[in-house]
């Protein structure tokens, strides 16, 4: 396996990184080593590191539900009060849109839904 040393140190050496992405995923037997990480494109780099697509898009869809979550960690962004959000006091219904939820726990969601985080990201 060869070696292929990605440096990424200004914005245009950056915007020819992402244009020139698609190409990278084609290269099987390449392994991407970042000179230096400026612009935090680890995770990048990880990703086209990994060869089977399906591992692959595994990890994308796994760290972006983890950025998503981290953006959010310990805000309220609904409104919780007594497991009822703001549309919902004075009703006897609880725990927002995931009380049909069969991932729904007390804990709150059991799985790693990037379209429920993409949703309150857009909010």
Do not use: H, P
Request: glycine share 4%; net charge positive; proline share 0%.
């Amino acid at each position: 396996m060869k070696n292929k040393i990605i440096k990424v140190s200004n914005d245009k050496e950056l915007l020819s990184f992402f244009r020139k992405l698609w190409l990278y995923k084609l290269q099987k037997n390449t392994l991407f080593i970042l000179e230096e990480d400026i612009f935090e494109l680890n995770k990048i780099i990880a990703a086209l590191n990994i060869k089977n697509r399906k591992k692959r898009i595994e990890f994308v869809y796994d760290e972006s539900c983890f950025e998503v979550d981290n953006c959010f960690k310990n805000k309220n962004i609904c409104g919780f009060i007594n497991n009822q959000r703001y549309t919902q006091r004075g009703t006897n219904k609880y725990n927002g849109c995931c009380r049909i939820c069969r991932y729904q726990s007390s804990k709150g969601c059991t799985t790693s839904n990037f379209v429920v985080n993409y949703f309150f990201a857009q909010r």
